[in-house]
């Protein structure tokens, strides 16, 4: 290969620098640690009231005409209509915090079940981000370091399951998971739920990150420097550690954090479909789903979409914008041009 | 180009087959049964007589009975829905799926396409991050929630469509919107990155320097070569929206194809799985062959790496 077609790969310290000088990155990323921030201080507070119900603010139609009124309107008109054969339950929150975003229909308080979601729908992305990851890297560095016969079949591979159609796959493997993930941890179904949906969603992703590891492998393997440290005699292993992955982190960390909000997606969907994260237990997708589910029924319940879903909606273009700011920054096409 | 076709076409047809086994792999080692769906407890003789009308009592009997079948494009019944073959499911519920599909991903390309472009040449202007904000808003909603939003805006409070079903054309347009906002949103982004390579590019710069107007210059010149990797995308995303999803059936009450893909995974229906999941491979590698044919054809450079 002629030197000159050998396109120049920005050193982390230029892509680092170029990723800080991208405003929309910048910004994206500090908007996500005080989300994350805020996600986390509170959540002493949320642990303790995510579940909790008072069931005078559970909101329903209330039985006089097509309004939204709290439980206590509800349960007055039906007391009057009944002549008294209503009794209301007790208010175990005597929080104000927790009526700032409203309750659901079971009368848990919003505010204090959105935060724990928000922590749950980015711990089920980042996980699945690195099962991504870890398959994603191992398959594309051997496949790349291989090459020939081997490198073939394992892309040939790679090719068979991109054309599976993905949602099948995500659900025919939480079915294959369910019963050995929840015997290796004992019977905690809890836990067990969302190991198996992050082990699912993770399994699909990873295929992209797998073209993209063996690619950037092919063309490391042509530098000018893996070369002369293979004329001086380096060994395959010794070249992978002290050349290959430092130079291969850029790529993927920007291919994992676009795996991020898709795979946060995918739980959504797997909530809409109700073999998401399980209840009680929150997440972005779960809440957006039930609200979904509430609209559907009586629109007037607006909070309960319009919260989750606004939420979802900054964490998703905050991920988004950061993944595209860390591809550019490791982009050797923008190396060129800034060179010239 | 006919050897390049006979070529891929001979791999498609391996892919295929790879395919149909690494799926029914999975479906026979799955834990479940098809035959168990319901409460009552089946006596086992009468689980041994269906096993044996269906031909799964034995799994290299099933594989090569339905391999044949398959073949002779014969997907045999459909556990899950009584005197239904799957053959009949699909043929109702493809037309369906690929209507809709294809009018999503010809929006996605009539909105995505000009927005990228748009956003490339006023590149970091408050224009481009407003667009691709816009756009990114198709990948950072589920899609449950935008069909729901647009259901509740254009149908109850405007009455400017059905409220959901099928059957006129007043019905294509929310549910074809809906699904192709995702599309919208990398079409966008694949022609924002591809622009932004071309126009720093020397034969733009000559372009220019020959008194090209701006408006051709991007709009003719440039977009010619960012277009090829939408291109490339068009074959798969084709091939997804033709097969309908799930998600955009269930909120506007549509009888699609999508549905099936996801009752047949829940109700581990094994012909039903494996048809779906062969008709869906093979729209896919016959849409990625024409996609690289066209490519070929645009681009000659291309069909000696092919």
């Given amino acids: ?340 | 180009m006919i050897r390049l076709i006979a070529r891929r076409l001979i791999l498609g047809l391996v892919t295929l087959a790879c395919v149909y086994t690494l799926t029914f792999l999975m479906v026979i080692t799955v834990p479940g049964n098809p035959f168990r769906q319901s409460e009552r407890n089946m006596p086992p003789e009468a689980e041994r007589a269906l096993r044996v009308r269906y031909s799964m009592d034995n799994n290299w009997k099933y594989f090569f009975q339905f391999l044949g079948g398959a073949v002779a494009l014969d997907f045999g019944p459909a556990f899950t829905y009584n005197d239904w073959t799957c053959n009949q499911i699909i043929a109702e519920a493809l037309p369906v799926s690929a209507a809709i599909g294809f009018l999503a991903i010809l929006i996605a390309v009539l909105v995505g396409v000009p927005a990228g472009v748009i956003s490339a040449v006023r590149r970091n202007s408050w224009v481009d991050v407003s667009v691709l904000g816009l756009v990114l808003l198709g990948i950072s909603l589920p899609t449950f929630v935008t069909g729901t939003a647009l259901l509740i805006v254009f149908a109850v409070c405007f009455h400017l469509a059905p409220i959901g079903g099928w059957g006129t054309f007043a019905h294509l347009p929310l549910p074809a919107i809906t699904l192709s906002l995702p599309f919208i949103a990398y079409i966008a982004r694949l022609t924002r990155a591809g622009m932004l390579d071309v126009l720093s590019s020397d034969f733009i710069r000559t372009a220019r320097a020959k008194g090209a107007s701006h408006r051709r210059v991007v709009w003719k010149h440039a977009l010619k070569v960012a277009f090829l990797p939408v291109l490339s995308f068009l074959g798969p995303a084709t091939a997804q929206a033709m097969t309908g999803s799930f998600v955009v059936e269930k909120v506007f009450g549509i009888p699609g194809l999508g549905q099936h893909f996801v009752n047949a995974a829940l109700n581990l229906d094994p012909g039903l799985i494996m048809s779906t999941v062969l008709v869906f491979s093979a729209l896919l590698i016959a849409l990625n062959l024409f996609v690289d044919v066209l490519y070929a054809w645009v681009d000659p450079r291309i069909s000696e790496a092919l």
């Fill in chain 1, 1 to 340: 290969m002629p030197a000159a077609k050998r396109a120049q790969l920005p050193t982390p310290a230029a892509a680092g620098n170029r990723f800080r000088r991208n405003r929309l990155a910048g910004s994206s990323t500090v908007l996500l640690a005080v989300l994350l921030a805020i996600g986390l201080t509170t959540l002493p507070l949320s642990l303790r009231w995510y579940n909790v119900q008072s069931l005078d603010k559970a909101v329903r139609e209330s039985p006089a005409g097509h309004a939204v009124v709290p439980y206590e309107t509800y349960a007055r008109e039906l007391d009057h209509a009944k002549a008294g054969s209503w009794t209301m339950s007790a208010a175990p929150i005597a929080h104000r915090a927790s009526s700032w975003m409203g309750h659901d229909d079971l009368g848990r308080s919003l505010l204090y079940r959105l935060w724990p979601g928000f922590l749950v729908s980015l711990v089920v992305g980042s996980a699945a981000a690195l099962i991504a990851v870890v398959i994603g890297v191992t398959w594309g560095a051997v496949a790349g370091l291989a090459g020939g016969r081997t490198d073939a079949i394992m892309m040939r591979i790679v090719d068979v399951l991109y054309s599976l159609p993905y949602i099948l796959m995500v659900i025919l493997l939480k079915i294959a998971l369910t019963r050995p993930l929840t015997a290796l941890l004992g019977g905690r179904t809890a836990y067990a739920d969302v190991l198996i949906l992050l082990v699912a969603i993770g399994g699909v992703s990873w295929l992209t990150m797998a073209r993209v590891v063996r690619g950037q492998v092919l063309s490391l393997r042509e530098q000018a420097f893996v070369e002369a440290s293979r004329a001086a005699g380096a060994g395959k292993l010794f070249i992978l550690r002290r050349h290959l992955l430092p130079n291969l982190v850029g790529p993927v960390m920007a291919c994992a954090t676009l795996v991020v909000p898709q795979a946060i997606l995918q739980e959504a969907f797997l909530s809409y479909l109700g073999i998401g994260v399980q209840q009680p237990l929150p997440s972005l997708g779960r809440l957006a789903a039930d609200g979904v589910q509430a609209v559907n029924t009586f629109v007037g319940y607006w909070w309960l979409i319009v919260f989750p879903c606004g939420l979802l909606v900054i964490t998703l273009l905050a991920l988004n914008f950061i993944g595209d700011g860390l591809r550019d920054a490791f982009d050797p096409k923008s190396t060129a041009q800034t060179l010239a």
